[in-house]
């Protein structure tokens, strides 16, 4: 039982509760109408456990940042994945994203600061109080927690957005004149937020109720991201080196023990591979033996079956839509409870499908990891249990083989329903309509992306031979071969990445991060239409910038009400 993720949705509907309330509290008189047997934070917040209750509301809102980008938004539209839909939607076509863009625009601004970082103020702010009877150590460990989860909030939306409003304090009463700042003093603001949570966050340790809980060592690995942002946003290389500093603490094991899991562990009964135990349904957890897991988002099965909170729906995007394949006799797959209803939602590039894998015995591929044969379900098919064979007309296009490899002239559809998957998206389905989902807990950080985060940062210090041996750890635990120091270049890294974590990256915020969201995309999705070089940040929203009447909020160039894109003004440095 996931005692601390059920705490975390207890306390969700007390979470809107504390936000409402903290607005309304700009009336005196409403203060003292406020009820002592109701939620607020003025009851609330008077104690360790109060306290902990909006830190669990903190979770449960970066459980939603998942949920919300389920269909794929930080995926879609990059170098790594295209929307398998026929139309424009999902980033395929970006003369769609304007700044009256509802989803996912609106939505990950409302996310971040209304759900996120309107919270952590309350708890940063209202710790404060003398009267809160607590140790130094307990109050700086719930604050380090609340300063974690409002510098993830500002990193995301400095690679995002670039430079968008500092708001550092709660908001007792409505501001309508919030000021823009640069992306440089967006992500300082989140370097000294994460700087506080290393020094006070704890060690991880192995209290099983503790699992899903902030450690040191994700302050630790987002500050390494961080401090490489700011390098590439000023060249000031020392922020490099602070990067390296910061990734070496979580390394060489100052938060605790971490280590790549390089043997089996968890379910042996599962056939399987080392690397595919990392995957598997509640193979996440410490408890499951796992050391490699920073920080993890926890799902559960048995809540959020009609909202979706309790689900998750990488299966759902990620896996081919099986079921709109035809066979050549005209006879369709058969659906149920013993195949994956998977949608093809988000189909990956063939440069993640096919260009990035030069070496078979790559465990990452694996028949364990990647699945690339598929095989007739159908009993009244005469090609029932024989696999799936395809072949390229002069057309481009792909056709059926028949079961003697004849060619037929059956067309395959190759962009939704038929394509090889990364097993990383199996594991425990929910039943019957539902079974598109699983209850996997999913990763944000895990310590191979602490490898390859420490190696850009050498990369960008031109230390190529540190850069290769780290790069090397995550290869060999993957069973391939070495790369020598001259083949250390920033493609490189993000094969790797991609070999690594597809699937699990928020791929739009890394190449944003590093400036090449244009150059790559444009070089790796052919789907992709009327990509500018300025939609490397998403447009402010519309409603933001409407209801901000006290003060000019400037929209990001490029887009509509905003200066004209040149490549001196992309971002709000």
């Known amino acids: 039982m996931k005692h601390f993720n059920i705490l975390c949705r207890l306390t969700a509907a007390a979470a809107a509760i504390f936000l409402a309330s903290s607005v309304q509290s700009c009336s005196d008189d409403l203060l003292d109408q ?53 139309d ?89 004149d919030f000021k823009r700042n640069t992306r440089t003093e967006v992500l300082d603001f989140a370097r000294k937020d994460l700087e506080f949570a290393a020094e006070w966050l704890p060690c991880v340790d192995e209290n099983p109720e503790h699992e899903g809980r902030i450690f040191k060592a994700a302050a630790c690995h987002l500050l390494a991201e961080v401090y490489i942002s700011l390098g590439v946003a000023t060249g000031n290389e020392a922020y490099f080196k602070k990067a390296v500093s910061y990734a070496s603490m979580v390394i060489d094991g100052e938060c605790g023990e971490y280590h790549l899991m390089k043997e089996r562990f968890g379910d042996l009964s599962r056939e399987g591979d080392y690397y595919s135990d990392l995957f598997w349904t509640g193979q996440q957890s410490r408890a499951s033996g796992n050391r490699e897991a920073i920080w993890v988002v926890q799902f559960e099965y048995g809540f959020g079956a009609a909202g979706g909170e309790g689900r998750n729906e990488d299966l759902r995007w990620w896996g081919p839509k099986l079921n709109n394949i035809t066979f050549p006799d005209g006879k369709q797959v058969v659906f149920g409870d013993s195949l994956f209803n998977m949608h093809g939602g988000v189909r990956p590039t063939n440069h993640v499908l096919y260009e990035v894998w030069d070496d078979p015995h790559d465990m990452r591929i694996s028949k364990y990891n990647f699945r690339t044969r598929f095989y007739v379900n159908n009993p009244d098919s005469k090609y029932h249990l024989q696999e799936i064979r395809k072949y390229q007309k002069p057309d481009g296009l792909w056709y059926f083989l028949d079961a003697d490899n004849n060619k037929t002239d059956a067309l395959v559809d190759t962009v939704r329903a038929f394509f090889p998957y990364f097993r990383k998206i199996e594991g425990t389905r929910w039943t019957g309509v539902n079974n598109d989902r699983t209850y996997n807990d999913k990763y944000r950080m895990r310590l191979s992306e602490t490898y390859l985060l420490r190696a850009e940062a050498y990369y960008h210090l031109g230390k190529l031979n540190y850069a290769a041996k780290d790069i090397n750890e995550v290869r060999e635990r993957a069973q391939t071969y070495p790369i020598s120091a001259s083949q250390v270049t920033l493609d490189f890294i993000l094969d790797e990445r991609i070999r690594e974590l597809i699937v699990e990256e928020q791929r739009r915020r890394t190449l944003a991060r590093l400036g090449v969201f244009f150059e790559r995309t444009e070089r790796y999705n052919t789907r992709v239409e009327n990509l500018q070089p300025y939609n490397q940040w998403w447009p402010i929203p519309q409603n933001v910038i409407d209801a901000n009447y006290g003060a000019k909020i400037e929209q990001n160039p490029g887009y509509a009400g905003g200066p004209a894109y040149d490549s001196s003004n992309i971002c709000l440095q």
């Open 34 to 86: 406020l009820q002592p047997d109701r939620f607020n934070p003025e009851n609330l917040l008077v104690d360790k456990a109060g306290f902990e209750t909006i830190i669990y509301s903190l979770h449960r809102y970066a459980r939603e940042e998942i949920i919300k980008d389920q269909v794929g938004d930080m995926a879609t539209g990059t170098d790594i994945a295209a929307s398998g839909v026929s």
């Open 88 to 176: 424009g939607r999902f980033f395929n076509d970006y003369s769609l994203l304007t700044p009256e863009t509802n989803a996912p625009v609106r939505h990950y601004w409302k996310w971040a600061y209304v759900d996120i970082i309107a919270n952590a103020n309350m708890v940063i702010d209202r710790a404060e109080n003398e009267n809160i009877k607590w140790t130094e150590e307990e109050k700086n460990a719930i604050v380090g927690e609340a300063k974690f989860f409002r510098a993830y909030a500002y990193n995301v939306l400095a690679n995002l957005w670039g430079g968008v409003p500092i708001v550092e304090h709660e908001q007792k009463k409505p501001v309508f």
